[in-house]
Structure formats: C-alpha cells, structure tokens
C-alpha cells in the first residue's frame, strides 16, 4: 500500500492538469475545424473524458470517494448525449444523404 | 526516472496522439478506431490515479458501449466510405480550419497560463496528502452513491432512462417525426 501511494505521488499533480488541459484543447480544435458529426461527437467525448481524469485525480489527492461519483455521473450523461446524438445523426443521414453539418443549414439567418 | 513514471507519460503521449489523429485523420473509420486507442490508454490513467473502478467502468462503458454504437452510426449514415479507404489524405491545415486552430491554440494558452500561474501545491489538501489508498475502493464509492449521493443519482438512472427511450424513438424506421 506504502508503495502504492509513492508510485501516485511520483507523477506531479500539474502534470495531471496540463495533460487534461491539452486533451481538452484537442477536443476545442476537433468541435471547431471538422464538419463531421460523428468526429464532433468524438471530439465532445474527449473533453468530457479529460474533466473525467481531472475528477478523478483530485479525488484522489482529497482522499474522498466523492469525486469518483461524479465521474460516474458524467459517463452516463455522455453515454445518454451519444445515443440520442447519434440517433439525431441517423436521422439527418435518411432526411439529407449526408453527415455533413453544413448541410444543416436551414435555420441559419 | 522510474519505470512507473516512464509507462505513465508513454500512456499520455498515446493518449495525446491518438487524439490529435482523431480530430486532424481525414478518413472516418481510421479516426473511430484511433478514438479505441485513445480511450482504452486513458483507463490506464485512470489505473494510475488509482481509480481502478473508474478504469473498468470506463472500458465496459466506453469501449463497449459508446463506441459500438458510434460504429453503428457511421454504418447506418456512410456506407460508401469503405470502399476509399486508400484515398491520399488532404492537406492537414487548410485556409478554412485556420480560425479554429487559432482559436482552440489560444484557448489552450490561456488555460495553460491560468494553471501555471497557479500555486496549486497551495491547496491544503494536495500539501498534506492524507491519501490512503484504501480510500477510494470500490466499497467507499457505493457506499456514497447509496447514501450522500443517491437523489442524483436516481435523477442520472431516470434521465439516462428518458434519453434510451428517446434515442429509440428518434432513429425509428417509418413515420415522420
């Protein structure tokens, strides 16, 4: 257990956050340049995949299962956000033949 | 350097790869597969921050769930994908994705600055670190989603429910919505 809690300690707590932090600046630049619905999905998940590492991360510096919950909570909000989403995109596919997003267009003004 | 060390920033740097390859990989069914890689490397951070429930939950979760279903709906929206899967890739930067990357390259700035800005090792509880590592078992986790934590989460069960029904509903064959 002794040995547990150093093999934890030895990777620094910032590198956690700069690690997450660059994660989810990846998923930004996925959601911002694709025009792709599923790789937005994807991109959406990697940030919520980094705020999961963070919450988990913290939790365990606080020593308080607390945080561990919360992840569980936000994987099943994504996994609820993915099977609507992409029932949403099956559905933009049979109305337009297409998943580009800029198909989408029609309640621009 | 210890050898925990050296496999937890090899797992980060697949993690980071993995991720870019996602977002910038031109081809649909090389970037889903690449996401496999990214979330399986990131369950074994999880196993690092030991969280190890988290790391499973994250496989059977992720892997087995959010992932098959994506592949459903690249199979049900581009069949004609497949077939050009030798197709030379484009230019990575074009003109038009140039604001985003500026943007999200700023964004990163900015958290990046705001972090290392911050004496993190100033909040209390990281300085004196009254970690146990039997503190975060499987035992204390379902102890406190059955008692501190069990309104939200029957809202999470009602609402993940609600949305299962409504996916159903939404990708139905037939009538129009």
């Known amino acids: ?109 | 350097m210890r050898v925990e060390q050296i496999i937890f920033y090899a797992l980060a740097a697949m993690v980071l790869g993995s991720a870019l390859l996602v977002v910038t990989i031109r081809n649909l069914v090389r970037s889903i597969f690449l996401f496999f890689v990214a979330l399986i490397s990131l369950s074994g951070l999880y196993i690092f921050a030991s969280a190890d429930f988290i790391a499973i939950a994250q496989i059977v979760i992720y892997v087995g769930g959010v992932l098959v279903l994506m592949l459903f709906a690249f199979l049900l929206s581009n069949k004609e994908l497949l077939n050009n899967l030798s197709r030379p890739v484009n230019r990575l930067i074009n003109i038009s994705s140039l604001p985003g990357f500026l943007l999200a390259s700023a964004f990163l700035f900015v958290l990046i600055s705001a972090i290392l800005n911050t004496e993190i090792s100033w909040l209390g509880y990281v300085q004196q670190n009254h970690f146990q590592p039997g503190d975060n078992t499987v035992h204390n986790i379902g102890i406190s989603i059955m008692t501190r934590y069990l309104l939200p989460f029957e809202a999470v069960s009602m609402f993940l429910m609600m949305a299962l029904i409504g996916a159903a509903h939404l990708a139905r064959k037939g009538q129009k919505i």
């Open chain 1, 1 to 109: 257990m002794e040995q547990l809690t150093q093999t934890i300690q030895s990777v620094p707590l910032n590198h956690y956050i700069l690690f997450s932090s660059i994660i989810f600046a990846i998923g930004v630049i996925g959601v911002l340049i694709r025009r792709n619905a599923i790789v937005i999905f994807m991109s959406i998940e990697l940030m919520l995949n980094a705020v999961n590492l963070l919450l988990a991360v913290f939790s365990v510096y606080h020593g308080d299962p607390a945080g561990q919950v919360f992840v569980f909570f936000v994987m099943a909000l994504a996994a609820a956000e993915v099977a609507v989403g992409l029932a949403i995109i099956v559905m933009v596919y049979r109305n337009t033949h297409s998943i580009d997003i800029n198909v989408l267009n029609r309640l621009k003004w």
